[in-house]
C-alpha cells in the first residue's frame, strides 16, 4: 500500500512540474507565473480541486508518440473565491507552448461543462500558442467544441477570461465568447494572425505589442474589458469582479454587510453641477458617492470614456452603474460609447444586477465620420439593450437629457422602473442655442430678439419640470439624497416580475 501512495505523489510531481524546470523558470524570467501558481493565486487557499492531471495527448505523427507530458498543456479543476465555487482552465505554456490538442481541448470541455450544470461561474487564463499544429483537424475541431459550450453557457453562468501571454488563433475565439476579457501589461497579446503572416499578407511591419498588446485592446479595439501590471494584480482584481457577480442567471446577486449609512445626506452633490451648463464635472464622484463605501469596479475604463460603466453595491447588494461622463466629448453618445454600455447594460439583464443609470447627455454625436461608421446601428444597440431589460432600472438625470439621447438612457419610456432628475436636470429636444437657431430662424439677424426667445426656451424648457408634469420623470429630487432614493428603490424593486414576450431570441442590430 505504501509503495502504491508513494507512486501516486511521484506521478503527481512529474505531473506539476509540467514541461520541467528549465521551461518554468523560462516562465518566470518572463515575469509570468505557472499555470499552477496562477490557479493557486487565484483561487482561495487550499481549495483547488484538480482533474485530469495525468491526461495525455494520443498523437502519433511528427514523433509525438514520443513526448507526452501530464496534463498536456492545461490544468483544469474548480475551487472556490471567496466560499464560491468556480471552474477553471489555465493554459500551461510550459507544455508544447500551451498549444490545444484534442485531449487538451476534452478537458476544457469537461470543466465547461461542470460549469454549466452546476451553474458557476468558469474561468479561463490563457498563455498559449493556438492549435497544436501536430494535431491538425483533431485541434481544430478540439476548438469548435470549446467555442459551443461557450454559446450555450453565454447567459447563464458569467466566463470570463484572462490573457496573460500569447493567446493567437484558435485560442482568441472563446475568450471573445466570454463576458470579460482581462489582460496582463507588456507580457500578453491577443491576435488572429502574429505579425509574420501580417507581413506577408499585408506587408505591414508590427511588434505583437502593437498588434495585439493590453493597450491596443483596452483603448482601440475594445476587446480586453482591463488591464493590469502584472499577473498576481490581474489575478487580484478578477477575484473582486467575482465577488460582485452571481453564480449564475438563477441565483441572486450576491449581497455582503453594508457598513455606510443610506440614510445619510451628502450635501456635496447639491453643489456637484457647475453654475454653467457646459462646464464638465466628474460623474465618477457621483458613482463614488451613491456605491457601498466609494466601492466601484469599473469596465472598459479605458475606451469610450464619454460613457462611464461599471459595478458597485448599494446597501450590499450589486448594481451596473452606467453614467455618461460629462468630462469626456461632454457626455455625447457616439457609437463606440453606445456598443460599450449596450454589452454591460444586456450582462446586468442576462444576470439579474439592477441597473442604475446616470444621465448628463447632450445627444449623439453629429459628423460623417460617426454617420459613415454606422452611429444608427451602434446607437440602436443601446435603446434595444436598454429596452430589452427587465431588471430593475433606475434613473437619474443630473442634468442635461436631449434629444434620442433622452429616450435611449433608460427613460420612463423604456420601462424605466424610478426615474428621477435632480433640480438641474434639462429635459429637452435640444439646448437653447441650437433649438432658437431652428425655430426662430426669420430672426436670427436681431440679436435682441434671439435672446428673448433663448431667454423663453430656457425658463421653459431647460429644467426638469416639463417632463415632471407628464410623468415622465417620478420625482424631482434633492441631489443630497440620492444615494438613499436609490437604496430604498432598490429594496422596493426587489420582488419586480417583468419578462418580455417568448421569442427564440431577440435580432438586436449588430
Ligand atoms: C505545437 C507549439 C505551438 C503550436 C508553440 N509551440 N506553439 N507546439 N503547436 N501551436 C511549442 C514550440 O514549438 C516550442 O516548443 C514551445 O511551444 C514554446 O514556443 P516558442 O516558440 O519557443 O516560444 P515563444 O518564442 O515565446 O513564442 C510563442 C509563440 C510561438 C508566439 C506562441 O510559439 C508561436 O508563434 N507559435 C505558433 C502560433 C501559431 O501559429 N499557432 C497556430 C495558430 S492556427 P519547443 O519544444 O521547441 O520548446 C490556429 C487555428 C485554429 O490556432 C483556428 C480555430 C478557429
Redesign the pocket.
Known amino acids: 500500500m505504501k509503495d502504491i501512495l508513494e507512486e501516486l505523489e511521484r506521478r503527481r510531481e512529474i505531473a506539476r512540474l509540467g ?1 520541467g524546470q528549465a ?1 518554468i523558470d523560462a516562465q518566470h524570467q ?1 515575469g509570468k507565473l505557472t499555470a499552477r501558481e496562477r490557479i493557486d493565486l487565484f483561487l482561495d487557499e487550499g481549495s483547488f480541486e484538480e482533474f485530469d492531471m495525468f491526461v495525455e495527448h494520443r498523437s502519433t505523427d511528427f514523433g509525438m508518440d514520443k513526448s507526452r507530458i501530464a496534463g498536456d498543456g492545461v490544468v483544469t479543476g474548480w475551487g472556490t473565491v471567496n466560499g464560491r465555487a468556480v471552474f477553471v482552465f489555465a493554459k500551461d ?1 510550459t507544455v ?5 490538442s484534442e485531449a487538451h481541448a476534452e478537458k476544457i470541455i469537461k470543466v465547461q461543462d461542470m460549469a454549466l450544470k452546476n451553474r458557476a461561474p468558469i474561468i479561463g487564463i490563457y498563455d ?7 494535431e491538425g483537424v483533431a ?2 475541431g478540439g ?2 467544441e470549446v ?1 459551443q459550450r461557450n454559446v450555450l453557457a453565454s447567459g447563464v453562468i458569467p466566463q470570463i477570461s484572462i490573457i496573460m ?2 493567446c ?4 482568441v ?1 472563446s475568450p471573445a465568447m466570454t463576458d470579460f476579457i482581462f489582460m496582463v501589461r507588456d507580457t500578453s497579446y491577443m491576435f488572429v ?2 505579425p ?2 501580417v507581413k506577408t499578407v499585408t506587408n505591414e511591419t508590427v511588434t ?1 505589442e502593437e498588434l495585439g498588446g493590453a493597450t491596443v485592446h483596452t483603448t482601440r479595439s475594445s476587446i480586453a474589458d482591463g488591464a493590469y501590471d502584472n499577473d498576481v494584480d490581474t489575478l487580484l482584481q478578477v477575484r473582486r469582479l467575482i465577488d460582485f457577480l452571481p453564480q449564475s442567471n438563477t441565483s441572486p446577486v450576491p449581497e455582503i454587510e453594508c457598513y455606510q449609512s443610506v440614510t445619510d445626506a451628502d450635501n456635496s452633490l447639491d453643489t456637484m453641477i457647475p453654475a454653467n451648463a457646459n462646464k464638465p464635472y466628474d460623474i465618477k464622484e457621483l458613482i463614488q458617492k451613491v456605491a457601498d463605501e466609494g466601492d466601484f469596479f469599473e469596465i472598459q475604463a479605458s475606451f469610450a470614456k464619454n460613457i462611464v460603466c461599471g459595478f458597485g453595491r448599494i446597501e450590499g447588494a450589486t448594481v451596473g452603474f452606467v453614467a455618461n461622463q460629462p468630462m469626456v466629448l461632454a457626455g455625447v453618445l457616439d457609437s463606440d460609447a453606445s456598443r460599450k454600455a449596450a454589452r454591460f447594460v444586456r450582462f446586468c439583464d442576462c444576470f439579474n444586477i439592477p441597473i442604475v443609470t446616470f444621465v448628463d447627455v447632450p445627444g449623439f454625436l453629429p459628423g460623417t465620420a460617426q454617420e459613415y461608421g454606422g452611429l444608427i446601428k451602434h446607437g440602436a444597440k443601446l435603446l434595444f439593450a436598454y429596452a430589452e431589460a427587465t431588471v430593475p432600472k433606475l434613473t437619474v438625470i443630473t442634468r442635461k437629457a436631449f434629444g434620442g439621447a433622452y429616450d435611449v438612457m433608460a427613460s420612463k419610456h423604456l420601462r424605466g422602473d424610478l426615474n428621477y432628475a435632480w433640480p438641474t436636470a434639462q429635459i429637452a429636444v435640444m439646448g437653447a442655442k441650437g433649438a432658437v437657431e431652428i425655430i426662430f430662424r426669420k430672426d436670427i439677424a436681431d440679436p435682441e430678439k434671439i435672446a428673448a426667445h433663448t431667454k423663453m426656451y430656457e425658463d421653459r424648457f431647460l429644467s426638469p419640470f416639463v417632463a415632471a408634469e407628464r410623468g415622465y420623470v417620478d420625482e424631482v429630487i434633492m441631489p443630497h439624497s440620492t444615494r438613499r432614493r436609490l437604496a430604498r428603490g432598490l429594496k422596493m424593486l426587489r420582488n419586480k416580475d417583468l419578462s418580455n414576450p417568448w421569442k427564440k431570441h431577440d435580432n438586436i442590430p449588430l
Do not use: C, H, M, N
Not at 508544447?96 to 490545444?100: R, T, V
Not at 493567437?168 to 485560442?171: I, R, T
Open positions: 514541461g521551461r518572463r505554456f508544447f507552448g500551451g498549444s490545444l498559449a500558442g493556438g492549435a497544436r499544429i501536430q485541434a481544430l476548438y469548435a467555442f501571454g500569447p493567437a488563433g484558435g485560442d475565439y494572425t502574429g509574420d503572416v505583437s
